[in-house]
T-cell receptor, first 113, second 112 residues
Framework: GDSVTQMEGPVTLSEEACLTINCTYTATGYPSLFWYVQYPGEGLQLLLKATKADDKGSNKGFEATYRKETTSFHLEKGSVQVSDSAVYFCALSDGGGSEKLVFGKGTKLTVNP | NAGVTQTPKFQVLKTGQSMTLQCAQDMNHEYMSWYRQDPGMGLRLIHYSVGAGITDQGEVPNGYNVSRSTTEDFPLRLLSAAPSQTSVYFC???????????FGQGTRLTVV
């Protein structure tokens, strides 16, 4: 079945450091790929998405590129801030829509001042 | 704009008790889903619905029932709670297959 594997962390960085969270996937079709973010005590929010190969999703300084050849969707940010501290989830939707998301295990990011 | 509202936020149950987790959305979304979040496991799909009167099972449906009598509401029923159902439960809704999924704030359930 479909699956998502992401760097488990936790990841601790200093403010203004570069961030990369790795995400790879297994899917039978042509999935859409997502990054969701969960701030403490809250539900998940969509951070960015890409629906086909070579698409780049971006939002709030975060970027991820859909790489079909390596089945990857790594999350990157050039300069993190304390407010980026959260849990980040990579997810896919394979042929189905947003009602059937498959999530990775999540990566907890802590950014220190 | 309330979005997706889940009640209650916290609940403690005894083994064998039943209860219903409520989920309501005010965005006229067709699609609604229930997930459970366990440490080190990410989120796993329990049940989902693509419209009123239509529901289907996800990855981990055992021990849970759902119904969708209106577009707005999608309650999740635990028939006989077990400690293995201790988890954080999230409801989500989306408009159309490619629409963004909006999540509620979650219900933290403990079964003792």
């Amino acid at each position: 079945g479909d699956s998502v594997t992401q760097m488990e962390g936790p990841v601790t960085l200093s403010e203004e450091a570069c961030l990369t969270i790795n995400c790879t996937y297994t899917a039978t079709g042509y999935p859409s790929l997502f990054w969701y973010v969960q701030y403490p005590g809250e539900g998940l929010q969509l951070l960015l998405k890409a629906t086909k190969a070579d698409d780049k999703g971006s939002n709030k300084g975060f970027e991820a590129t859909y790489r079909k050849e390596t089945t990857s969707f790594h999350l990157e940010k050039g300069s993190v801030q304390v407010s980026d501290s959260a849990v980040y989830f990579c997810a896919l939707s394979d042929g189905g829509g947003s009602e059937k998301l498959v999530f990775g295990k999540g990566t907890k990011l802590t950014v220190n001042p | 704009n309330a979005g997706v509202t889940q009640t209650p936020k916290f609940q403690v149950l005894k083994t064998g008790q039943s209860m219903t987790l409520q989920c309501a959305q005010d965005m006229n979304h067709e699609y609604m889903s229930w997930y459970r979040q366990d440490p080190g496991m990410g989120l796993r799909l329990i049940h989902y619905s693509v419209g009123a009167g239509i529901t289907d099972q996800g990855e981990v449906p055992n021990g849970y029932n759902v119904s969708r009598s209106t577009t707005e509401d999608f309650p999740l029923r635990l028939l006989s709670a077990a400690p293995s159902q201790t988890s954080v439960y999230f409801c989500a809704s989306s408009y159309g297959r490619q629409g963004e999924a909006f999540f509620g704030q979650g219900t933290r359930l403990t079964v003792v």
